[in-house]
């Protein structure tokens, strides 16, 4: 196996195949490992556009996570065997603690952050039961769309934020 590993060293800079077999193809083996480990594998990730008024709805993250104390969306990961707006109904409930019946798809994107590949889909959402609470969040604002540049918020909303400007200004 150290051999393997030697072998598996010499040819990485290269990317050429191991031609020795002297390792018994580990090195073939620890390079797709590698290749694999390197590829991002997208995130699906869902958000609520939620509107009382001229004001929309944004929350600022909690200081310990990524992106923390910047401003986003309320929304999530869309776990395994749910649908995107099942995602939206649970994330809305655990984060604000609200039902919320989700709509029409307002806007889907691509976005690559250092720890994170994410595909968002934001879709337009009204407030079927309760009143937004800090489950998760530092702090909630609604906003006007003028308002937005006085807040930081999540790189993968800025092309949101403009089309927000562009529509409803």
């Not at 919320?100 to 879709?123: N, Q």
Request: glycine letters at 6%; charged letters at 25%; proline letters at 6%.
């Amino acid at each position: 196996k150290d051999f393997g590993f030697l072998c598996f060293l010499m040819k990485m800079p290269l990317r050429i195949s191991c031609f020795f077999w002297i390792c018994g193809g580990f090195c073939r083996t620890m390079e797709a490992d590698l290749q694999r480990t390197e590829e991002k594998v997208m995130t699906e990730v869902v958000a609520a556009l939620i509107w009382d008024g001229d004001r929309f709805l944004i929350c600022q993250r909690p200081a310990h996570k990524a992106r923390g104390l910047l401003w986003e969306f309320v929304g999530g990961k869309v776990e395994p065997g749910e649908t995107k707006p099942q995602a939206l109904i649970r994330e809305c409930r655990e984060e604000l603690g609200i039902t919320v019946s989700p709509h029409a798809l307002f806007m889907e994107l691509d976005h690559v952050y250092p720890d994170l590949t994410i595909h968002l889909s934001l879709y337009h959402c009204s407030i079927a039961a309760g009143i937004p609470q800090l489950l998760e969040h530092n702090d909630l604002r609604w906003i006007t769309p003028s308002e937005i540049p006085q807040y930081d918020f999540c790189p993968a909303d800025a092309e949101i934020l403009e089309r927000i400007q562009a529509e409803y200004q």
